[in-house]
């Protein structure tokens, strides 16, 4: 079915941006122009579907993705990251001058920044709707659980003192969850397949999964094979 005009004009927008993002990430195969071009259209089709406000393909947004990214995402890859962007971007405009409401007050608690405030109270808010959208009735339970797992990401990034509250795992330190989510321990493990330090991280990460997932421990094997880092 052929597009709206708006809706159009939205996906050569998305498109756009699609293809810078395609000029800072490397691929995994060399495409002709013709195919790459497909490779942008599919994209920006798949990604028009999805609830993401057209400001979110802006600059700003491309300079998050590209930071997170070594390679060219996967499309449930790049619209986390995108639905990551557009909340922190709704912190950011949050008023901060609304009073801060946390049971019993702590030392912790006082010494928040007022950024921190604004992360804590949207998180509070959050919580307080089940991860909910405003005025929405059919969200599951799959849904709902991603919503918190991308704001629990997004506090570790841009608000560990309050990470550390509201998960008490200490600022800083390393979630052992998060080597039992083999997304994020795949992403990892391209992250370090390069480097002087490659055989170090490779070991460090070895370790790290035998103690905190050991079921997702072939992953880590077939990336050292890969790399020839001695098992």
């Not at 490397?26 to 920006?44: F, G, I, N, V, W």
């Not at 049971?103 to 509070?124: H, I, M, V």
């Not at 997702?216 to 890969?226: P, S």
Request: with cysteine; charged share 25%.
């Amino acid at each position: 079915m052929p597009l709206a005009p708006l809706n159009r004009d939205r996906a050569l927008h998305i498109a756009g941006w699609l293809g810078k993002l395609a000029r800072t990430t490397r691929h995994q195969q060399r495409l002709s122009p013709d195919e790459t071009k497909a490779m942008l259209a599919e994209y920006a089709e798949m990604l028009l579907r999805r609830d993401i406000p057209g400001s979110a393909y802006c600059l700003d947004a491309l300079s998050a993705v590209t930071e997170q990214s070594d390679w060219w995402p996967a499309v449930g890859a790049l619209t986390r990251m995108l639905e990551e962007f557009v909340l922190v971007q709704r912190v950011r405009r949050s008023n901060a001058s609304q009073p801060l409401q946390i049971a019993g007050s702590t030392t912790k608690a006082r010494e928040l920044s007022e950024t921190d405030k604004n992360w804590l109270r949207s998180w509070q808010q959050n919580e307080q709707m089940n991860w909910n959208l405003p005025n929405e009735t059919g969200a599951t339970d799959q849904e709902r659980s991603e919503r918190r797992k991308i704001w629990l990401s997004m506090l570790r990034r841009y608000s560990p003192v309050v990470h550390e509250m509201v998960t008490g795992v200490e600022a800083g330190s390393l979630d052992p969850r998060d080597w039992k989510d083999t997304d994020r321990l795949d992403h990892t493990l391209r992250r370090i397949s390069e480097g002087p330090f490659q055989p170090s991280f490779c070991r460090c990460v070895q370790v790290a999964v035998g103690k905190h997932a050991p079921e997702n421990m072939g992953l880590v094997v077939e990336a050292m094979k890969a790399a020839n880092v001695p098992l």
